[in-house]
């Protein structure tokens, strides 16, 4: 089974409606992330959780919020999606290691078009 | 803001032969990661470099770290048709908490 599962994997939705991504992790990690990639484009951080009383904002976290439900969830909802809101995003766990490793492992991603 | 900068932006070669991915940074860094997505899947991580280490080699993978230059390349070595993919360079900042900044990546196309 796939360490960091991201629902729904597809999604098509109207402007205005409300949308929730969700993220759960079996890594057993504390750091979790949202990310936006555009086309022909790197990763943009929405969102990061490093426990679940921890939540901080990302470079772009306008229009969004999230929801850290227990270590293993990390939710992430769009109020009112908008059309410049269609990307792909992806979920994201990581450890703190010792020596200040940090590599993070991606979920397959969630397409989300917003019509 | 993207903290990282790939170059160059899209690279094809024969199988075989070498390839080469740069990255450059602005700002100082605890340490400087690379890696791999398939089109449209997740990002896959390769190698992570910290910031006192100069080369580091895992297989057919080589990176490289100049500090002075706020730079890194990736090199691959004997290119394989499944190598072909995007590859993005991510720089973890010096502070507590270090969240990873993307480059805007390289895609490369190897030919079979």
């Known amino acids: 089974d796939a360490d960091v599962t991201q629902t729904p994997r597809n999604r098509i939705t109207k402007t205005g409606k409300r949308i929730m991504l969700e993220c759960s992790q079996t890594k057993g990690h504390d750091r979790m992330y949202w990310y936006r990639q555009d086309p022909g484009l790197g990763l943009q951080l929405i969102y990061y959780?490093?426990?679940?009383?921890?939540?901080n904002k990302g470079e772009i976290s306008d229009g969004y919020s999230v929801s850290r439900q227990a270590q293993a969830k990390f939710s992430l909802s769009l109020e009112s999606a908008i059309p410049n809101q269609t990307a792909l995003y992806f979920c994201?766990?990581?450890?703190?290691?010792?020596?200040?490793?940090?590599?993070?492992?991606f979920g397959p991603g969630t397409r989300l078009t917003v019509l | 803001s993207q903290q990282g900068e790939e170059d160059p932006q899209a690279l094809s070669i024969q199988e075989g032969e070498n390839a080469t991915m740069n990255c450059s940074y602005k700002?100082?860094?605890?340490?400087l990661q690379w890696y791999r997505q398939n089109s449209g899947r997740g990002l896959v991580h390769l190698i992570l470099?910290?910031?006192?280490?100069r080369e580091k080699h895992s297989g057919r993978l080589r990176v490289t770290l100049d500090t002075s230059k706020k730079s890194s390349s990736l090199l691959i070595t004997a290119s394989r048709a499944a190598d072909t993919a995007s590859y993005f360079c991510?720089?973890?900042?010096?502070?507590?908490?270090?969240?990873?900044?993307f480059g805007s990546g390289t895609q490369l196309t190897v030919l079979p």
């Open positions: 700002t100082s860094i605890n340490n």
């Open positions: 994201a766990t990581s450890a703190e290691l010792a020596g200040g490793r940090n590599e993070q492992f």
């Open positions: 991510a720089t973890a900042g010096s502070g507590s908490a270090r969240q990873l900044t």
């Open positions: 470099i910290r910031s006192n280490e």
């Open positions: 959780s490093f426990d679940v009383k921890d939540i």
